[in-house]
């Protein structure tokens, strides 16, 4: 299912989603929530490894990935050191999905801060983003309606950026969300996204 918006006349922007590979958090559900920054297992590595051989990858092309170490670390991978334009986006972190106004941040799901991010994964620059000040480390426990004003700048920034297609690293719940929001329509648990897999959303 593929939403179109005008990018440039005649052309169209590719927002290629991408779930980060298996995680150590993902190896022995619930229990495995605790584990704090989770890192990729090896079979999660060979999975984003997989996945470069069904794109050919371009020095046009831009990555930007959630700042969690797993999505981080499957966007390096990707890369393959490649690219130069490698970002880190707070509006693509998990998100609590469906919304329960009661739902807390799992240690798994806590995102790395500036500071960290710079230290391990020096590639990655930051992408300037804070709509209306808001607090971008709490993104996972924002209700749908102050997660909005995010998501929409996020996109806007997108599309200033004026490139065929963006490469983008998240997590399931987060990828559901711009997935209602791009193609207008409601989606459930049981249409996330499997761990190194995507979709391709047309802005």
Known sequence: MIAMFTF????????IFIRHGEGEHNTNEPDSFQILHPKLTEKGMQQVKK???QFALEDSDIIISSPTYRTLQSAEIFSA?????LFFSYAVSPRIYPYRKQGRTLPCDFVLENQKIVQLFPKF???????????????????EVEFLPVLSHFLQLCRNMKRERLFIFSHDGAINY???HILHQKFT?????DTANFTTLHM
């Open 8 to 15: 440039e006349r005649g052309r169209y922007m590719e927002l």
């Open 51 to 53: 996945l470069t051989v």
């Open 81 to 85: 050191g490649k690219l130069k334009n």
């Open 125 to 143: 620059k930051s992408l300037k983003e804070n709509p209306n000040d808001i607090d971008m480390l709490s993104i996972n426990e924002m209700s």
């Open 178 to 180: 711009f997935k209602e």
């Open 189 to 193: 648990r049981m249409d996330m996204l």
